[in-house]
């Protein structure tokens, strides 16, 4: 046991080093694929009320929707997140993240419409202090905690620390809505812009809460019997509800951008509501979730199949040109004085000794129709002058560079195998009658075979991951999924598709891998000895 213990300790780092650079990291990104957790978290309201509605009606949903909307947007655009939720719904739908990001600016005016009627009906409305005295009280610790949480959630920032606010329970009672937005309000300005909360006037959403307070009959009666702080204000709000708007939020949000009258719209907000999705998936394989199902994309919108059947077939291309570039290389090497083999083996090294991207870079000179190549044949008279190949910005120039660069990967594990072969095996077959084709294939190649799948799964996997080259000598027709990985990753920074795109490129690799071991055996591979 002690041994063991022992033993377990002196590997312990490198454990520990796997597990935090390459098991950590993998963990995540296959999170990260079925992640979602934006939507709930920024419209928490929303989903809860949204969950009720039923799409295939074809109808927007209740104004309740609407309502929760506004209270959940108004707090998204203080923090500056609607916009990103705006993002990730525009990964499923086009057109998302302009209507979020449009409205976002136009919230302050629809609290507006409800903020100078009030005002007008009571001046008390204006002023901070009266709208902290008429909010504050005692007994509401637990609703303003859970509103903290949301916060916290929504906005990926630490919102703990004293607001200096309580809600009263007696007001959330009587105005839930106007609670909510008061107490996001109080929690943003006091610990995110590190105000007074009671030297602060309230957001427009808060008039716009009150407003859909003083909707309920139950809540206009209740505040004609409330003799708390605030009550003359909100008694006469309530005595004068004919002049504050006549219309709902669906239809405040409908007159800022007719998008939000669409069943579609909500069809998709409610589809990625849950905090795990299997969309990420589906996009990486030309599907899409509807609320009838799971479907195929259009035509035109098909192209990670596409590029998942390429990336496969040019990795084998190169892996084969490698092995028929390289065999010989390897033999020759083998074969010849050591004295000599070491100075051409410096050859074969030299490639790790230049970057990769002036490697590449050279290949595009080499490549294009004014280049090297194509000025030799043509003055060789091979080409036309007028019909000079077109080797590069397609799948032919990839696979030209990509078989260089990973040339070396495939010359040193088949010379390290080729040079533990005795040399005397083919001679005894030579002996017994043997020709020297026969000799090789029966005898020296079948001995090969190791190197040859090291090498083979060495280039394969390297060339199925790269993208840098494909990137710039591979054109449209020669680029690689993982160059869509890295414009996901990069550019458009949906990184829950790059993970599912990267997380299917791995379970791909993992299945060649059973099938190489099941059919060649992995005990085959050897690097030499």
């Not at 136009?106 to 202090?129: A, K, M, R, Y």
């Not at 951008?257 to 795990?276: F, H, Q, R």
């Not at 993992?510 to 992995?522: E, F, T």
Request: net charge negative; glycine share 8%.
């Amino acid at each position: 046991m002690r041994q063991k213990m022992r033993a377990l300790m002196l590997v312990a780092p490198l454990l520990i080093f796997v597990v935090v650079t390459f098991i950590v990291p993998i963990l995540s990104m296959l999170f990260r694929s079925v992640e979602n957790d934006i939507v709930p978290n920024t419209i928490p309201g929303t989903v809860i009320a949204l969950s009720q509605w039923d799409g295939s009606s074809g109808e927007p949903p209740h104004e309740n929707v609407y309502r929760n909307l506004y209270i959940d947007l108004f707090k998204a655009e203080e923090a500056k997140q609607h916009t990103r939720l705006g993002s990730r719904l525009n990964y499923e739908q086009s057109g998302l993240s302009s209507l979020f990001r449009t409205t976002g600016r136009s919230l302050d005016d629809i609290g507006e419409l409800w903020q100078d009627p009030l005002e007008d009906i009571d001046p008390n409305f204006e002023e901070g202090s009266f709208w902290f005295e008429m909010m504050s009280g005692t007994g509401g610790e637990d609703f303003l905690e859970t509103r903290r949480e949301l916060m916290a959630l929504m906005s990926d920032e630490d919102m703990s620390g004293d607001v200096g606010f309580v809600p009263s329970e007696e007001i959330i009672q009587l105005l839930p809505w106007t609670a909510r937005a008061y107490t996001d309000f109080a929690l943003w300005a006091a610990i995110r812009d590190g105000d007074t909360v009671a030297e602060e006037d309230p957001w427009e959403s808060v008039y716009g809460a009150l407003g859909m307070d003083l909707t309920n009959p139950d809540t206009v009666s209740a505040i004609n019997s409330y003799n708390g702080a605030g009550a003359s204000a909100l008694q006469a709000a309530a005595a004068n509800i004919d002049q504050l708007p006549q219309f709902g939020f669906r239809e405040a949000f409908t007159e800022e951008d007719k998008d939000w009258g669409s069943a579609d719209i909500w069809a998709t907000i409610k589809l990625y509501s849950p905090s795990m999705t299997p969309g990420y998936f589906l996009n990486s394989v030309d599907m899409t979730l509807t609320p009838d199902g799971i479907v195929m994309k259009p035509e035109n919108q098909q192209i990670y199949t596409t590029l998942f059947t390429r990336t496969l077939i040019m990795a084998l291309i190169i892996t084969a040109s490698c092995i028929v570039l390289g065999y010989p290389v390897a033999w020759l090497l083998a074969n010849l004085p050591m004295r000599t083999a070491s100075i051409l083996m410096i050859l074969v090294l030299l490639p790790f000794w230049t970057s990769l991207l002036v490697r590449t870079s050279a290949w595009k000179v080499l490549l294009q129709q004014q280049g090297v190549i194509n000025e030799i044949l043509v003055w060789l008279g091979f080409v036309n002058d007028a019909d000079r190949l077109v080797l590069m910005n397609n799948a032919t120039g990839t696979v030209i560079a990509m078989t260089h660069i990973l040339l070396p990967f495939m010359i040193l594990p088949l010379y390290s195998v080729m040079k533990t072969i005795p040399p005397s095996y083919q001679r005894a077959a030579k002996s017994l009658g043997a020709t020297n084709w026969t000799a090789f294939w029966r005898v020296y190649f079948p001995q090969s075979v190791p190197g040859i799948g090291a090498g083979s799964i060495l280039v394969f996997i390297l060339a199925i991951g790269y993208y840098i080259t494909p990137e710039i000598v591979g054109g449209t027709d020669g680029v690689f999924i993982s160059n869509r990985i890295a414009y996901h990753i990069s550019s458009s920074l949906n990184w829950g598709l790059a993970a599912a795109l990267g997380s299917i490129l791995l379970v791909v690799v993992l299945g060649l891998y059973w099938c190489y071991d099941k059919i060649v055996g992995i005990d085959n591979v050897k690097l030499g000895g």
